[in-house]
């Protein structure tokens, strides 16, 4: 377990540098089959999931700051803020733009 955590670690501390398999496999000293079978047991998701998950969540914290949407999609690593709404949409079935719309009080 302490393999998988430090792949854990090494993924949420910037989830916007992407890592190969290889660097995942030296970290863990695991082989990437067994990394990957092993993680998705442990956390439920698959390294790559995973590493989505805290990009979408670092994206969140950004919109909900004030941050326009193009800086955000950029600073999470994404290539662009159509690539980005399409991460969020398939992650949490709306849009960035009706989530922040959601978070401001109605007047």
Known sequence: ?????????????????????????RVSCLDRWTLARQFRAAFGTSPSAFRTMRRLDWVRRMIRDGMPFAEAAVEA???????????????????????????????
């Open 77 to 107: 690593g994404c290539a662009d803020q159509s690539h980005m709404s399409r991460l969020f949409k398939r992650t949490y079935g709306l849009t960035p733009v009706r989530w922040a719309a959601a978070l401001s009080p109605r007047a």
């Open 1 to 25: 377990m302490p393999s998988l955590l430090r792949v854990r670690d090494l993924i949420a501390a910037a989830p916007s540098t992407p890592h190969s398999a290889e660097s995942l496999e």
